[in-house]
Nanobody, 115 residues
Framework: QVRLVESGGGLVQAGGSLRLSCAAS????????MGWYRQAPGKQRELVAA???????NYADSVKGRFTISRGNAKNTVYLQMNSLKTEDTAVYYC?????????WGQGTQVTVSS
């Protein structure tokens, strides 16, 4: 079983930056893809960015050029560097790990961007 803990959320002004971290523990050898999702009030959860064990990445169109996903050297940590933040980026951000079995989700971290 994989367990995920996110950190790094907070309140920032529009145009600012934040860096989210997600640390995985447990059966981390089973993880192939890790990603960040977000859910704003009244909206569905959506993919923000994902990275495979091989380092391939994909991003939502709304964050391309502003957000960067990366994995730590130990491969059990994933980061989301968020630059040029906009008010519409306000949401709860969740980390997800995909394995050959059940997916694992973190508890979420709030990101609030003020105008």
């Amino acid at each position: 079983q994989v367990r995920l803990v996110e950190s790094g959320g907070g309140l920032v002004q529009a145009g600012g930056s934040l860096r989210l971290s997600c640390a995985a523990s447990g059966t981390i050898f089973s993880i192939n893809t890790m990603g960040w999702y977000r859910q704003a009030p009244g909206k569905q959860r959506e993919l923000v960015a994902a990275i495979t064990s091989g380092g391939s990445t994909n991003y939502a169109d709304s964050v391309k050029g502003r957000f960067t996903i990366s994995r730590g050297n130990a491969k059990n940590t994933v980061y989301l560097q968020m630059n040029s933040l906009k008010t519409e980026d306000t949401a709860v951000y969740y980390c997800k790990a995909s394995t050959g079995g059940p997916q694992a989700w973190g508890q979420g971290t709030q990101v609030t961007v003020s105008s």
